[in-house]
């Protein structure tokens, strides 16, 4: 397969990842705000919140999905940023995305973890 075909294909791909997170995002930004302002209006301080979230598996559930789409939109983006702005080549581009990602999936499920299971914050 020749260069500029693979680099299409990988292009093409990284656009459909980005599109589909980005749909993933969407859902979960509104269920997240809709659940703030419920939970805001109806006088709940944030004690109270982290108390209904203890052990709250579908909780945790809903969170690591936001927490992974994520991972996947946002280094999508950031590599693009980094070759066509900071002129960064693909493999240097690639290696960003990619610590990016983890970065964001470890830290965003760390978090999820230290809310959902009682003493895991500790």
Known sequence: MDDALSQAIAQARRWYWQRISAMVLA????????????????????AEILGRTQGNWAFGAFY????????????????????????????????????????LLLAGLRAVYAVVVPGGAA
């Open 27 to 46: 859902v979960c930004v509104l269920v997240h705000l809709g659940g703030m302002v419920y939970a805001v209006r109806g006088g709940l301080s944030a």
């Open 64 to 103: 690591a999905v936001f927490v992974i789409a994520c991972a996947v939109h946002v280094p999508v983006g950031v590599a693009n940023i980094a070759r066509e702005w900071w002129g960064l080549g693909e493999r240097s581009a690639r290696v960003l995305s990619i610590g990016l990602a983890l970065l």
